[in-house]
């Protein structure tokens, strides 16, 4: 399925409206109005709309991991020696694994773990071996904080 299909480019005051919304997601709409020179009426449709539309999915709160005990995180690769289907079913049901993509070349997951001890980790790593082979990296430090979507 190709999710360009639907694919509209964003005007420049939509553009600045998901820009503000990526740094803050919970600014009122009237400072984003006032930052992109719009009603903050004429803002809320413009989010709504967006949302309608799904380009945006939705909203989140970011977690340092650390602080709520999950201090040791890695990103973990899987070649599966089963369907595609199981794997997933196998993968979604452990818990730490926050992130989940499939991908090109010869692993077709990657996953992004979170947990509190390496204990843990290892349990992870022994379910994931029965799903295929994996090839594990422990997460030192972000290189730098998540990038948001400019304008260009």
């Not at 639907?6 to 005007?11: I, Q, R, S």
């Not at 009426?41 to 413009?46: C, N």
């Not at 991908?103 to 295929?132: F, H, S």
């Amino acid at each position: 399925m190709n999710k360009n299909l639907n694919y509209k480019p964003l005007d420049d005051l939509s553009a600045h409206i998901l820009e503000e919304l990526q740094l803050d997601a919970r600014l009122p709409v009237t400072e984003i109005g006032r930052r992109v020179g719009l009603s903050a009426p004429a803002v809320a449709e413009r989010i709504k709309r967006m949302e309608d539309e799904g380009i945006i999915t939705g909203y989140r709160a970011m977690i340092d991991h650390d602080k709520v005990g999950l201090t040791v995180n890695a990103i973990i690769t899987l070649k599966a020696n089963m369907t595609h289907a199981a794997a997933a079913k196998r993968i979604s049901e452990i818990p730490e694994i926050i992130e989940c993509y499939n991908i090109t070349g010869y692993n077709c997951v990657i996953m992004k773990v979170a947990t509190p001890t390496t204990k843990r980790l290892e349990a992870i790593i022994g379910q994931l071996q029965l799903v295929g082979e994996t090839n594990t990296s422990i997460i030192l430090s972000p290189t730098f904080e998540p990038k948001i979507i400019r304008r260009s």
